[in-house]
Every structure is written in structure tokens, then in C-alpha cells.
């Protein structure tokens, strides 16, 4: 899915840009962004403060630019900054592999994903799947740092989040739950005449709702359920998801947001 | 031959909010300024991440949990501490603390240039004679040696300088200030506003924020981005490092160290102070730094740590701690969550616009003017806010597919919270000490830190649930939350205060009226350490006025040549 909100600002943007050249900028940026009498005011208060630019010590800085580039270009990936302690997303170095699931494992999961999800892009879909995958995958570890944590720390956590929700960060077991679920399903489809994925679409729909309808302690149900909260945290993380959500945060407001009930 | 000392007029150790107002007030006098911060600088364009989407980030926002459970497992437990902010705060294996077990200790904090600024919760609030004069009021404790009417001024400096908006109220205990204007509210706070003022007589207002709602001093207002913990390019609200320190630094007087980490002051055989001791957070490498007079602004538990630390023939139990004080009447807000619901009224299928970096508060009414409440002393406040959805309901509602993805895209519910802050009263069986077993990653021997709400917080806390639950119900919400029934964990609200307390008595506080340590005249406190009380409102503001009025101290003094 492109928009005009995904075009990449100008390399040469980012950088170097001397104050005449940002404010021509700053005319395209906010037709871009379809953000009317925006610049006036900032212009006004940031010219002031590129007046005053002295060098100031590291760790020192004012106010820049450079957010207005970042606020109206936010949907391009941005260039990672040496020294970053960010984790973003890394450009993909070729077809994606899973890292918990099998090949075979994974086109299943990326179906009942798409079962779950409905028509959304093709990207949108592979990038949901590929969340389930991380989100699997990071689970074993996550237990294991829980359970490792000292006692005082421990303590701690206990105390903030109470017991419950300690022991099941220590216990909950995602994998286990996701390898038992994909079993019974391979059993299920087999009493049905076929593997999964040869299922005429219809039964494979009819399938993801009864999973959705068994005890909550079946593998099916358990499994059905991990899925749905991890495919709806990837969708409505992603671009597309936001998008038809219709978020209107992280953007460029000129007024504070308030009620406009009142 | 020795290399000759360089010998600056004022070092100040911190560069968080405190040591910013301090540095700014001294350098403007032409004083030469040393300044040691701990942690490294941190560079925009490398550590903000205001403007990051979750899907350019590979965890999406919820963050590498097995990687902050092994490095933060104490930081991670603030909310700001997530994928987008998490360089802002300790690793807690290099600076590690500890507590009794069953007395759980949570120690949030942020070692770079500019301190806990970057991700503060940016609510100032004046504190008045409630707080100042507590003790004459109701019997409890000791009063601070200052009043409203002395640290008025200040309090009229720094939100002149650093953009504070908020709503003109006339209330006595709620002091109004020097404000741009105030920030709107959500339809949700409206009807609160409506609803609680109707049936309590309570005021809903604004949250006052140090954040710009209009142009002010070269920083232009708030884009209303709603991220201001992932740092903020435009520098809409303050942060040392774009508001106090640029101020400093262009003066000329301000030399910044950065990665500096301070072990104990160094006391000459007058018993004065002539510098510090610090270790090169890279290096580990031993270095002094001098200066004819001192000012800690570490943040509370850190200026205290340092102070105990400072052990010599006439200190053998750390400076400024000669009657067994220091450490002691340790504070943190103590808060009930969790209450909350659905506002049907609210429920619409088309997206509001958000981004309003505040929600709304209503100041303390127990115990003010002629209303005294028999079952605690003290009292408390209520903040909250209303907002849409964002996709939380998609987990609750039923089925799956295209029909499912619509419904959760136009049955947009609208949810109300609220949740209650309230004062800590000083005891001195809260303190800290040094860890006799224990040291940090720089070989400084680490705090240990007991504390524990008292009866008169568990009394409060009754009444704050009531006051909650009768709020919820007049609000007509749906799906209610009812407030927790939990205290949050000690030190948890991030406003550590108190240890080095201020008094006229040396037998019972740690430093004097101006912050100087009782019988060192050139050692001077400036951060929460030195609050007597805490009433229940942040903090910042008052270690502002505190630290400006400290600077203002420093420079008369040494003018008339006294220090």
C-alpha cells in the first residue's frame, strides 16, 4: 500500500538544510501534509533560536528543525542513526525465514492470520505474521529472564504487578501452547479429509471458529487465543493497521486537541 | 611540580532540573561554573524517538522484554521505560540498590545530561503554606524554615522562564502562577468537570504543565504529538538540557562534564569543602574536581548517597550527618489506580484527534480551610483523563474477519480513568544508609533503602477509594474498574524527596534555611533531598524554585564575600 503520507523525505532534507532552505522546505512539507498556517509561527520562533545558534556543550541543544522533517516523513523508515540504542526494524536481507516456526508450520500460521484478519494488503499480512513468529520466538527467553530474576528484583515485582502476574511471566509457556495447538489442528483437519491448508477456504473459516468455541483449556482454544491477541497487536501496529483505525495521533497539531463538544 | 588546580567559583554536581536552575542562577552572575554529571550527553537526532511509528520499531513498541528484564529490571517497571525510551533510564546491574524483602523499594532514574528531565511527567505545581507550614497546621512534624510568601518569587522566576500552562483558579491551597494558557480538556474531563463540580463541589481543571501552549522564549508551542517521554525536538517542554543549561552555557561560565561519576565531596581540614572525588564512567579512572563552594543536585537519594559517603575525621559518619539525620524522613506520593470505565455517551465511530500531552486534576480538599477530616492527616488529589479506544476493544470483541475488523473500526468506545495521590507523611523510620556489602559498577558502596506506608497513608487511602467509587458511580459509567485496593509500591510515583532534610535545628535537619549542610557554609543542597514535606503534588516545580533560589544564595554570598 503506498500514500503520499509514505514518501521518503530527500536525503539532502535531513541535512545541512540552512535556514532559507528549510522554510522554502517547510512550504512543500506542510502541502505534503495538508496542514494549513503552520509555518508562520514556527518559523517565527525557530528562526529565532538558529539567530542564536552558538555551539553549545554535548548533551545541549535547541529546538530544531529537524522535528518538522521527522514529524511530516515519519511513515518512511527512518536512516538508524550510529550509536542508536533504538531497535528498529532492519531492512530485510531477503525472503523471510521464521525463526520459531517450521516453513510448513508457517504457512498455516500466516493462514489462519489471514482467516482472522480478513482482506487486508498482502504486506500487511505477511508483516502480522512475521509478528506472530518474533513474538513466539522472544517467549522462551522472556520466561527464562523472568525466572532469573534475583530475589530482590523479584521482590519488587511482585509487589508492583502482585503475585499472579509474576508467576505467569515465569510459567506461561507460548511455544508449548503454540506446538500443541498446531498438532490438534493437523488431527482435526486430517478427520476432515485433508491437511489444513487443502481445506476448501470455507472449512478452513469454519475451523478458526470452532477453535474459537472450544474450552478454554483445549489446545485449539489456547492456541486460537495466543493467535488472535498477537495477530491483532501486529495489525493495529502496523501502517495499514493505524490507517484504518483512522489513529490521529503522532502528528503535527497546531491546536491542542480538546473537546470540541463543549 | 603538581599540576596547579583549576579552581571554579561553583561546582554543581547533576544537571537534572535542580542543577540547571542553579547553574543558570550563578553563571548569569559571572560566576565560573564546574558541572559533573554522571551519565553520557545524549544527541537528538540519535536518542529521541518522538516521531517513531511502532512498526519502525522490531518490537513494536512493547519492547525486547527478555532484554529489560536482564539489564532494568527495577527501570522497566515505569511506564516510560519501554522500546521508544529505555536509553533514558539506569542499568540496573551498574547501579544496583537494595531493600528489606518486605520492604520493596522502587528507584527510577535517569543518568545522562539533563537527568530525569527528558521523560518527566512535566506537572508543576506550587506548593503553599499547606505544605510549608503543615506541621504549625495539624501538629505533625516540623515545618520547613522557609514560607510561600519567601519562595513565592522564585516560583514567579521559573515558570516565566520555562513555560508552564495552566488555568488561573483562585484556591488557596492550589496557588496560581505565572501561566500561559492552559490546555484544553477531553470531552471525557468536561463531563467530569460537569458531573464532580455539580455533585462534590470539586474543581476539574487543567493539569499545569511545563509544556509550551504558545510560542515562549525561542522555543516554539507543542505539537501535541503526545510523546514527550521519547524526548522532544522542538523543545515544547522543559528539559535541562534545551531550556536551563543553554542558558548557563552561553554565558560563558559553564564548563560541562559529562561521565563523571561523583563518590564523595572532598573536605578540607577546616571541615569546608573544596571539591568532589569522581570516577570516569568509561575510564574508571580517578579524578577531583575543585571548587570554593559545592552544590549537590543529584536528585534526592543521590545528593544523600554522595553526603554519607563523605566520611572523614570530622565526618566519620558523612558530612552534614553529625546527629544521626541524614538518610532519615524519606518520602515518595503514594497513589490508588485502576478505577475507570466505559463512557456510552462518549462511544462514537469517528476518530477524535489526540495528543494532548496532560489530563485533568482536582486539587486536595481534605483538610483545607475549615474542613478536617478525624481519620488522617494531610491529604490528597485526583487526576485523570477521558480518551478514545485505540484498539483495545478488538481483543473483546467477538468473532474475527472483515465484519469484526469493522466493528472494532466503528464501535469506537471511550474509557474514563481516574486515580488518587496522596502525601506521605516524614517518618524517621524511612530512611536510607549505605550499604556496608554492596557496591556499584564505579566501586561506590550503593544505598540501602527501607520504607513503608504508616497508618495515617492506609486511613487516606480508605478515604481516596470512597471518594473514587462515589466519582465513578455519579459519572454513570459502564464496565466499571474499581480503584485498586493495593498502595502503589514505595517510591514508585518517581518523587523521592526528603534525607537531607532543611530546619533551623541542626539536631533535626540536615541543612539550613539557604540549603547549606549544617556547619559547612560552602556545601549546599538543592534538589527534593532537602524537603521537609511533599503535600500531595509533583515535586519538580518546588526543587526549581528551591535551586533558583539556592543559585540567587550563592551568588550574594559570594559577592559580599562570605562564602
Known amino acids: 500500500m503506498s500514500t503520499d503520507d509514505d514518501k521518503p523525505v530527500p536525503e539532502n532534507a535531513r541535512e545541512g538544510l540552512t535556514r532559507r532552505e528549510w522554510l522554502l522546505r517547510l512550504g512543500e512539507f506542510t502541502a505534503l501534509a495538508g496542514v494549513a498556517g503552520l509555518a508562520p509561527p514556527l518559523a517565527l520562533s525557530l528562526g529565532l533560536t538558529e539567530q542564536q545558534a552558538a555551539a553549545l556543550p554535548p548533551g545541549l541543544y535547541d529546538p530544531s528543525p529537524k522535528h518538522l522533517i521527522h514529524a511530516l516523513s515519519s511513515r518512511a523508515l527512518p536512516a538508524i542513526p550510529p550509536g542508536s540504542e533504538t531497535d528498529y526494524v532492519q531492512p530485510p536481507q531477503g525472503p523471510f525465514r521464521p525463526q520459531f516456526f517450521s516453513l510448513d508450520e508457517f504457512k498455516v500460521v500466516s493462514r489462519l492470520v489471514e482467516i482472522l484478519l480478513g482482506k487486508v494488503n498482502s504486506g500487511a499480512l505477511a508483516e502480522t505474521a512475521e509478528w506472530v513468529d518474533l513474538r513466539f520466538n522472544s517467549a522462551a527467553g522472556v520466561r527464562e529472564a523472568a525466572r532469573r530474576l534475583d530475589p530482590l528484583h523479584h521482590a519488587l515485582a511482585v509487589?508492583?504487578?502482585?503475585?499472579?502476574?509474576?508467576?505467569?511471566?515465569?510459567?506461561?509457556?507460548?511455544?508449548?501452547?503454540?506446538?500443541?495447538?498446531?498438532?490438534?489442528?493437523?488431527?482435526?483437519?486430517?478427520?476432515?479429509?485433508?491437511?489444513?491448508?487443502?481445506?476448501?477456504?470455507?472449512?478452513?473459516?469454519?475451523?478458526?471458529?470452532?477453535?474459537?468455541?472450544?474450552?478454554?483449556?483445549?489446545?485449539?482454544?489456547?492456541?486460537?487465543?495466543?493467535?488472535?491477541?498477537?495477530?491483532?497487536?501486529?495489525?493495529?501496529?502496523?501502517?495499514?493497521?493505524?490507517?484504518e483505525l483512522d489513529y490521529q495521533g503522532n502528528a503535527y497539531h497546531t491546536q491542542c486537541p480538546g473537546c470540541e463538544k463543549s | 611540580m603538581p599540576a596547579r588546580r583549576n579552581i571554579y567559583d561553583v561546582l554543581i554536581v547533576g544537571s537534572g532540573a535542580s542543577g540547571g536552575w542553579v547553574a543558570k542562577e550563578v553563571a548569569e552572575r559571572g560566576l565560573s561554573v564546574l558541572m559533573l554529571e554522571?551519565?553520557?550527553?545524549?544527541?537528538?537526532?540519535?536518542?529521541?524517538?518522538?516521531?517513531?511509528?511502532?512498526?519502525?520499531?522490531?518490537?513494536?513498541?512493547?519492547?525486547?522484554?527478555?532484554?529489560?528484564?536482564?539489564?532494568?529490571?527495577?527501570?522497566?517497571?515505569?511506564?516510560?521505560?519501554?522500546?521508544?525510551?529505555?536509553?533514558?533510564f539506569v542499568n540496573d546491574h551498574e547501579n544496583p540498590y537494595t531493600f528489606p524483602a518486605d520492604k520493596p523499594f522502587m528507584w527510577i532514574r535517569g543518568r545522562q545530561v539533563g537527568g530525569k528531565t527528558f521523560c518527566w511527567a512535566r506537572e508543576s505545581y506550587r506548593y503553599s503554606d499547606y505544605e510549608f507550614k503543615a506541621a504549625s497546621r495539624d501538629g505533625y512534624g516540623e515545618d520547613w524554615p522557609i514560607s510561600y510568601k519567601e519562595l513565592e518569587p522564585y516560583y514567579d522566576r521559573v515558570e516565566s522562564f520555562i513555560g508552564v500552562?495552566?488555568?488561573?483558579?483562585?484556591?488557596?491551597?492550589?496557588?496560581?502562577?505565572?501561566?500561559?494558557?492552559?490546555?484544553?480538556?477531553?470531552?471525557?474531563a468536561v463531563q467530569a468537570q460537569q458531573v464532580i463540580g455539580q455533585k462534590f463541589g470539586w474543581r476539574v481543571m487543567p493539569d499545569r504543565v511545563a509544556v509550551l501552549t504558545v510560542p515562549h522564549r525561542g522555543r516554539p508551542a507543542c505539537h501535541y504529538c503526545d510523546e514527550c517521554q521519547r524526548g522532544c525536538f522542538t523543545a515544547s517542554y522543559f528539559n535541562s538540557p534545551s531550556v536551563t543549561l543553554p542558558a548557563a552555557a552561553r554565558t560563558g561560565k559553564l564548563t560541562l562534564v559529562s561521565d563523571a561519576v561523583v563518590s564523595h565531596v572532598l573536605i578540607n581540614r577546616h571541615g569546608q569543602a573544596e571539591g568532589v572525588h569522581y570516577i570516569d564512567r568509561s575510564t574508571r579512572q580517578d579524578r577531583e574536581a575543585y571548587g570554593r563552594v559545592v552544590v549537590l543536585a543529584a536528585a534526592a537519594l543521590e545528593s544523600t548517597r554522595i553526603l554519607l559517603n563523605s566520611r572523614s575525621p570530622q565526618f566519620p559518619r558523612g558530612v552534614g550527618n553529625q546527629e544521626g539525620v541524614l538518610g532519615h524522613y524519606l518520602m515518595d506520593h503514594f497513589t490508588i489506580e485502576g478505577g475507570g470505565g466505559l463512557m456510552p455517551s462518549l462511544a462514537s465511530s469517528k476518530r477524535e484527534p489526540v495528543g494532548r500531552p496532560c489530563g485533568f486534576i482536582i486539587p486536595k480538599y481534605a483538610n483545607v480551610g475549615t474542613n478536617r477530616n478525624s481519620n488522617f492527616l494531610r491529604g490528597y488529589r485526583f487526576d485523570g483523563d477521558g480518551s478514545q479506544e485505540l484498539y483495545g476493544h478488538a481483543f473483546l470483541l467477538p468473532e474475527f474477519g472483515d465484519a469484526w475488523r469493522q466493528k472494532v473500526r466503528s464501535d469506537i468506545p471511550y474509557y474514563f480513568g481516574i486515580g488518587a495521590q496522596g502525601e506521605c507523611l516524614p517518618r524517621k523510620d524511612n530512611y536510607v544508609m549505605l550499604d556496608p556489602h554492596r557496591k556499584d559498577a564505579w566501586g561506590i558502596p550503593v544505598l540501602h533503602i527501607v520504607s513503608s506506608y504508616g497508618e495515617n497513608e492506609h486511613a487516606m487511602a480508605k478515604a481516596m477509594r470512597a471518594d473514587l467509587s462515589a466519582i465513578l458511580d455519579e459519572m454513570k459509567l459502564s464496565d466499571i474498574n474499581p480503584p485498586s485496593e493495593r498502595l502503589s509500591v514505595f517510591g514508585k510515583n518517581i518523587h523521592e524527596c526528603g534525607t537531607a532534610r532543611m530546619g533551623n535545628d541542626p539536631k533535626t535537619s540536615v541543612v539550613d534555611r539557604n540549603c547549606a549542610v549544617h556547619g559547612v557554609r560552602n556545601l549546599f543542597v538543592s534538589d527534593g533531598a532537602v524537603f521537609v514535606t511533599q503535600g500531595c503534588y509533583e515535586p519538580t516545580l518546588t526543587i526549581m524554585a528551591i535551586s533558583a533560589r539556592v543559585g540567587e544564595h550563592i551568588a550574594e554570598a559570594s559577592r559580599r564575600g562570605e562564602l
Open chain 1, 159 to 243: 509487589a508492583y504487578y502482585g503475585e499472579a502476574h509474576v508467576v505467569e511471566l515465569e510459567t506461561s509457556d507460548p511455544q508449548a501452547v503454540a506446538r500443541a495447538g498446531l498438532a490438534a489442528l493437523v488431527q482435526r483437519a486430517q478427520q476432515l479429509g485433508n491437511p489444513f491448508l487443502d481445506l476448501p477456504a470455507s472449512q478452513q473459516t469454519d475451523l478458526a471458529r470452532e477453535m474459537s468455541q472450544q474450552p478454554e483449556e483445549t489446545p485449539l482454544r489456547r492456541f486460537y487465543d495466543l493467535l488472535r491477541r498477537e495477530a491483532i497487536h501486529g495489525y493495529y501496529t502496523s501502517q495499514a493497521g493505524l490507517k
Open chain 2, 38 to 88: 554522571a551519565g553520557p550527553p545524549r544527541v537528538p537526532t540519535r536518542d529521541f524517538t518522538e516521531h517513531v511509528w511502532p512498526y519502525q520499531l522490531k518490537y513494536r513498541g512493547f519492547g525486547d522484554q527478555q532484554r529489560l528484564l536482564q539489564n532494568q529490571p527495577v527501570q522497566r517497571l515505569c511506564y516510560a521505560c519501554d522500546e521508544y525510551s529505555h536509553q533514558f
Open chain 2, 165 to 188: 500552562s495552566g488555568s488561573r483558579e483562585g484556591l488557596a491551597q492550589f496557588p496560581d502562577g505565572q501561566f500561559l494558557p492552559p490546555m484544553a480538556l477531553s470531552c471525557g
